[in-house]
């Protein structure tokens, strides 16, 4: 082939699995016209000693979909690209030792049932019949995934990438970028073999991306960890058994003593998930070389022993065999152990499909993925557990490390809803942190800002553990129980510091958001909600819009929305306007409930009896603050924003005038039972572009009356077809458990939407969802079923709008 081409469309960076898949899928969506750039051979990075496994389990349902995508792509891929492949589909038994893990296990079936798959939660006495050599004194049950299994991971690179030249596209070896420039229009890639013009580029370069990224003025949050496996020798009892049954074991995998177990030819490959565990190239005496292709770390297996024993204990037959080889390799992580796919933050026509833990299982989807990022602008399924925009830059060297260590350390633990995890904490603090951490307020972190969740009285066990429970009525309950009581019947105060806060000031800029959102902009001295959709009409984010004065917008978000939509703000910004974000300078309490007018009276000159949905400028304790006359919790309140400096005074005011009439503190606990009560939507829970604006029932938002606005076009054919799916708030007979985030709706056997936030309403005393359900079915008092952890339970849709306070005659006040 001739050498480095002068220019191309993309440039990918890369050339493991998932720069291969990259390149794949531009090609498959038409982008020919494509170049990967490798500074060696390819899979020379963690491709090449990876294990190979394929799983489609994940507790995430995007993650999942991503997978199961894959797996689909790897079943045909070689008959497709016209290359041999070595895929073995063995199926997977997954062990659990508790109660608890068993829970986890019927969670994940159901959202394996509601994407297409027919996985099976297995009793002790039904292991067996699935792996015979087994021993399952002490497990409480399994999992059994049809899907799982191994593949060459070099196989795998090298038919992406045939199938990639195939379509059109270039891969160059070698080939290392030393530089690169943006000209304004195009990015210029200097590599020893001359410069490469391209559009756009990716930057797939594994466990060397921050490298990669240091070139873009990025800084990639990640670290690197080693990781081992042990490849044992030929074993004659499973070599016969194999020979008589004519397939493989399945892989299995002790998810609750962390490590992996698969029939490797006759003999087997351990994996384990040690803790402790070690992290490389992190300190200054252990430097990333500048070349580690097709290298491996020396052998470190004093810190396995005790899972190679258990591992031996649980297969006997394992210690029959000889150790063969150990693989110790490099393997990058994010702080949170998802990997990297989507808009490079802050950089012009960059993009990441980097940092993967479990690259090959994710390569299939992540060039799906990353394919429509670039030649789309969007995805088809909502990535968020993905997008680099997640992170917002307070993540430095030892954060991530700390993060990344805890992640491994834990690669199987399981995501209880109310844990929080204690690596990397206290990042950033509110100005009154102090206070409320002596009122004893348990923290957990939102973009690295500690949040109060809830309050614990002397007695309250705030022990980790007692965190590590998918019941609903763990030690916090009764605490978020009187904390919503006082909301409800006197006035409750929520410290809230890291609201993402950004100020659009110039000509025009009402005439520019107009066309940017789905509703109206308020006038001056107003707010409101506003609701941005893509070109899909589907939902993207949800702002609070205060109108500061003619030219100038104040546009508040959810705090892990800082740089996902200022991104999205500064890639629409119109010409002559000027976007500040003003995020660290100002900190909020909400003040809320039927008392708190009475409460801000003793403190403020402020107009009290402006209607809701208005803002003033007033002062307390002296300070400055923005009054806005909005409540998340759904009872009559205002925001108090402040500036950080200020912030202590106006609490310490507050918090004094506030005891003659009850004022207690409450948590993000308890403000989400008081939002789901509301049918308050949550980001990325409720809104997402999984679902529309009109699926989830923002219609009143939509100013039909605009001659246009993004998304308008989809939304009105939309309109005239049917919405597909509708927003339904539920009273559920949950039991003990509450339904987790994507629990499966079913009516008469068939799936039929899906619960996206529910939680026990302490207000009106039952367990509510919120959730997209069929449209045919979004009636009221139709009544359909929820699985909640594997047992289905009866849901009732309730009349359309809140189930606490209706009419909003409390909200109104």
């Known amino acids: 082939m001739a050498g480095l081409p002068g220019s191309a469309r993309v440039v990918i960076i890369g050339g493991g699995a998932v720069g291969a898949s990259c390149l794949y899928h531009l090609g498959l969506a038409g982008w020919r016209d494509c170049v990967l750039l490798e500074k060696n051979e390819l899979t020379a990075g963690s491709t090449w000693h990876a294990a190979g496994n394929v799983p489609t389990f994940s507790s995430s349902w995007s993650i999942m979909n991503m997978q199961r995508y894959s797996a689909g792509l790897y079943r045909g891929l070689g008959d497709a690209v016209g290359y041999p492949m070595n895929y073995n589909v063995t199926g997977s038994v997954r062990l659990g030792h508790s109660a608890e893990r068993l829970l986890e296990f019927r969670r994940v079936a159901g959202m394996g049932a509601a994407q297409g798959m027919d996985l099976e939660v297995l009793g002790p006495d039904e292991i067996a019949a699935r792996y015979p050599f087994v021993q399952t004194a002490g497990l409480s049950g399994a999992l059994y995934d049809p899907y799982d299994g191994d593949i060459d991971p070099a196989q795998l690179t090298q038919a992406l990438a045939k199938g990639a030249r195939d379509m059109g596209a ?180 960059a993009f990441e499909a980097c940092v993967f833990t479990f690259g090959i299982c994710q390569a299939g989807g992540a060039g799906k993925v990353l394919a429509e990022w670039v030649t789309e602008g969007a995805t088809e399924w909502d990535m968020w557990s993905c997008d680099p925009r997640r992170f917002t830059g307070f993540e430095d060297h030892d ?250 005074g106006v609490w310490d005011a507050v918090w004094r005038a506030g005891q003659a009439h009850g004022l207690r503190p409450f948590g993000m606990f308890a403000l989400n039972s008081l939002r789901i009560e509301k049918g308050y939507r949550a980001w990325k829970g409720d809104l997402s572009t999984d679902y529309t604006v009109l699926q989830g029932g923002l219609e009143r938002f939509v100013d039909w009356g605009k001659s246009d606005f993004r998304g308008r076009a989809a939304l009105m054919a939309e309109q005239q077809a049917g919405v597909t799916k509708r927003f339904v708030t539920l009273r559920i007979d949950a039991g003990e458990l509450d339904p987790p985030y994507m629990a499966t709706l079913w009516h008469q056997g068939v799936v039929v939407g899906e619960v996206t936030s529910a939680g026990w309403g302490h207000r009106v005393g039952a367990c509510l969802g919120l959730g997209m359900l069929r449209a045919d079915l979004a009636v009221p008092g139709r009544v359909v079923e929820v699985e909640v952890f594997g047992e289905r339970v009866r849901a009732e849709v309730l009349p359309e709008g809140p189930a606490w306070d209706a009419a909003n005659a409390r909200l109104r006040g």
């Open 399 to 648: 954060y991530c490390v700390a993060k990344g260590m805890e992640v491994y350390g834990h690669e199987y633990a399981m995501q209880f809803p109310h844990h929080v995890w204690p690596a990397g904490r206290m990042k950033k603090l509110s100005p009154v942190q102090d206070r409320v951490a002596a009122l004893g307020a348990q923290f957990g972190p939102y973009n690295g800002w500690e949040r109060a969740l809830w309050y614990a009285a002397d007695g309250d066990d705030t022990s980790e553990a007692a965190q590590q429970t998918w019941a609903r009525e763990g030690p916090w309950f009764r605490a978020v129980k009187a904390e919503c009581a006082a909301v409800r019947d006197a006035c409750g105060i929520l410290d809230l510091p890291g609201f993402s806060r950004f100020v659009i000031r110039g000509p025009g800029v009402a005439a520019w958001l107009a066309q940017q959102i789905t509703g109206r902009v308020p006038s001056v001295g107003r707010l409101g909600l506003a609701y941005f959709a893509d070109d899909k009409g589907r939902i993207i984010t949800e702002m609070s819009v205060a109108r500061l004065a003619e030219n100038a917008v104040l546009l508040i978000t959810a705090a892990t929305a800082q740089a996902h939509d200022k991104d999205w703000l500064q890639r629409h910004l119109g010409s002559g306007l000027v976007l500040e974000d003003q995020t660290d300078a100002w900190s909020t309490q909400i003040v809320t409930g039927p008392k708190a007018r009475d409460v801000l009276a003793g403190v403020t000159d402020a107009d009290l009896t402006r209607p809701w949905l208005t803002w003033q400028e007033a002062r307390i304790a002296g300070e400055e603050v923005l009054l806005m006359r909005v409540s998340f919790a759904g009872e009559l309140g205002w925001e108090v924003h402040s500036r950080v400096g200020d912030t202590p």
């Open 170 to 349: 270039h891969v160059e070896r070698f080939c290392p970028v030393t530089q690169a420039a943006w000209t304004g229009a195009e990015w210029v890639l200097t590599t020893p073999k001359g410069e490469i013009r391209a559009e756009y580029v990716v930057n797939a370069g594994g466990y060397y991306a921050a490298e990669v990224g240091r070139m873009f003025g990025r800084r990639v949050p990640m670290m690197v960890m080693s990781h081992q496996y042990l490849l044992f020798d030929t074993i004659p009892e499973l070599e016969a058994w194999t020979k008589e049954v004519g397939h493989k074991l399945p892989l299995l995998r002790d998810v609750d003593s962390s490590y992996y177990l698969r029939q490797e030819k006759m003999g087997f490959n351990l994996g384990p998930y040690e803790n402790p565990c070690r992290a490389h190239w992190a300190t200054p005496d252990d430097p990333m070389p500048e070349d580690f292709s097709f290298q491996l770390f020396p052998d470190d297996l004093e810190r396995l022993e005790w899972h190679i024993t258990d591992a031996m204990a649980r297969v006997p037959l394992l210690a029959e065999a000889n150790l063969q080889k150990v693989i110790n390799g490099p393997i990058p992580y994010t702080p949170d152990g998802n990997p990297l796919i989507g808009p490079m933050p802050g950089v012009p026509n």
